[in-house]
T-cell receptor, first 116, second 114 residues
Framework: GAVVSQHPSRVICKSGTSVKIECRSL??????MFWYRQFPKQSLMLMAT?????????EQGVEKDKFLINHASLTLSTLTVTSAHPEDSSFYIC????????????FGEGSWLTVV | EDKVVQSPLSLVVHEGDTVTLNCSYE??????LLWYKQEKKAPTFLFML????IEKKSGRLSSILDKKELFSILNITATQTGDSAVYLC??????????????FGKGTLLTVNP
């Protein structure tokens, strides 16, 4: 099946700093990428949808200026958590789909962010 | 707002048992329903269903969609301890907007005891 790679898998950052998480589709062109957040023992909450070359569409309640999403190429999307706070600590997961992924949405491995 | 409801929320069985997980939904502009298995990391894809009544099968797992009654089931036969995981159901729909997106249920935590 299609492969989506996410990096880093774990990151610890200091409060007030910014951290970038990358999501790459390795063997297909991802025209759409999705970013989710998951708290322990809860389901995935969609944060934003990004289409290559255009601005991301954020879900209600998600701060655009805090969670910057860039989808500059057909294989790469990045999520930057700016001015991170401890409450931003969470599991962040990206997923991707493209015309040659059979319309299926594949997930990256996820990134554990801990803000101290 | 799109809704996806899974039941049961948790289930404990013995190896060899057969389990049925349920997923019902209320969405606008349905496109597909997907099942994922999540262990300690990100979800892994199991099935995508778009048409009613057509069973999809992969080994001991199978799934079917009923678009009239708005639900899907995921069956696992002859369960093994390695099947222990959270099973997530997600529905892709527009929710009345212009973009398709996945809405997830809360998941069913399956524990298979030896």
């Amino acid at each position: 099946g299609a492969v989506v790679s996410q990096h880093p898998s774990r990151v610890i950052c200091k409060s007030g700093t910014s951290v970038k998480i990358e999501c790459r589709s390795l063997d297909f062109q991802a025209t759409t990428m999705f970013w989710y957040r998951q708290f322990p023992k809860q389901s995935l909450m969609l944060m934003a949808t990004s289409n290559e070359g255009s601005k991301a569409t954020y879900e209600q309640g998600v701060e655009k200026d805090k969670f910057l999403i860039n989808h500059a190429s057909l294989t790469l999307s990045t999520l930057t958590v700016t001015s991170a706070h401890p409450e931003d600590s969470s599991f962040y997961i990206c997923s991707a789909r493209g015309p040659y992924s059979g319309n299926t949405i594949y997930f990256g491995e996820g990134s554990w962010l801990t803000v101290v | 707002e799109d809704k996806v409801v899974q039941s049961p929320l948790s289930l404990v069985v013995h190896e060899g048992d057969t389990v049925t997980l349920n997923c019902s939904y209320e969405v606008t502009n349905f496109r597909s329903l997907l099942w994922y298995k999540q262990e300690k990391k990100a979800p892994t894809f199991l099935f995508m269903l778009t048409s009613s009544g057509i069973e999809k099968k992969s080994g001991r797992l199978s799934s079917i969609l009923d678009k009239k009654e708005l639900f899907s089931i995921l069956n696992i036969t002859a369960t093994q301890t390695g099947d222990s995981a959270v099973y997530l159901c997600a529905v892709e729909a527009t929710g009345g907007g212009s973009n398709y997106k996945l809405t997830f249920g809360k998941g069913t935590l399956l524990t298979v005891n030896p």
